[in-house]
């Protein structure tokens, strides 16, 4: 079973930076790429970045293009999210996500294109 973990998370003031993490635990699996996706209470999950495996293209959504940051260390075997200027809009708790489809590519801002998940790690902004 592939299981993907996030840390990272916790509280910080507007203006401030974490960085998320995921490793897969349980047995590996191959990937076209990762994505991170978001959800805020009483909103639908939404996308947030994604990074392409074969040659390291990445994706993201509007509202934190220019503040966050996607990347893979390959020797770590592990996907980073770099956020920085946080918002209080930002808050949500953070998923990572993964899975062997090329959806992962041609619809990266798909939860459905997605077939691995992680338990999600709380991201807290306060004004």
């Known amino acids: 079973q592939v299981q993907l973990v996030e840390s990272g998370g916790g509280l910080v003031q507007s203006g401030g930076s974490l960085r998320l993490s995921c490793a897969p635990s349980g047995r590996s699996f191959s990937s076209y790429g990762m994505g991170w996706f978001r959800q805020a209470p009483g909103k639908e999950r939404e996308f947030v970045a994604q990074i392409t495996r074969s040659d390291g293209s990445t994706h993201y959504a509007d509202s934190v293009k220019g503040r966050f940051t996607i990347s893979r260390d390959n020797a770590k075997n592990t996907d980073y999210l770099q956020m920085n200027s946080l918002k209080p809009e930002d808050t949500a708790v953070y998923y990572c996500?993964?899975?062997?489809?090329?959806?992962?590519?041609?619809?990266?801002?798909?939860?459905?294109?997605?077939?691995?998940w992680g338990q999600g790690t709380q991201v807290t902004v306060s004004s």
């Open positions: 996500a993964g899975g062997p489809k090329l959806a992962i590519v041609t619809r990266y801002f798909d939860p459905g294109a997605y077939d691995y």
